[in-house]
């Protein structure tokens, strides 16, 4: 297969996400990452089923009338994102 060079313009975030795999992966460049990441994509390595989030959501009994559970709901989200962040960049998830 022919390699082509390209310019391609990623949010700080994805570079770094790439970097990070880059040297979890023992790649030589940040190139060869983003190409193997392609390619699994492409033959849907990547790709999860749908899933149901139902019952995955606990909010405190106290809160009956629901007044803080926003909040709740939110830290919950946060703390998601944070552990599918640390498991990206190869890193332990804090409790």
């Given amino acids: 297969m022919s390699i082509k060079t390209v310019s391609v313009d990623l949010e700080t975030e994805n570079l770094r996400w790439l970097q990070s795999r880059a040297n979890i992966s023992g790649a ?3 190139s060869k990452t983003l ?5 699994k994509v492409r033959a849907g390595g990547f790709a999860a089923k749908p899933r149901s989030v139902r019952g995955t959501i606990r909010l405190p009994e106290a809160d009956l009338e629901l007044e803080s559970a926003g909040k709740h ?23």
């Fill in 28 to 30: 030589r460049n940040i």
């Fill in 35 to 39: 190409n193997e990441v392609l390619a």
């Fill in 73 to 95: 709901l939110s830290e919950q989200f946060r703390r998601s994102l944070e552990r599918t962040a640390q498991a990206l960049a190869g890193t332990a998830p804090k409790a």
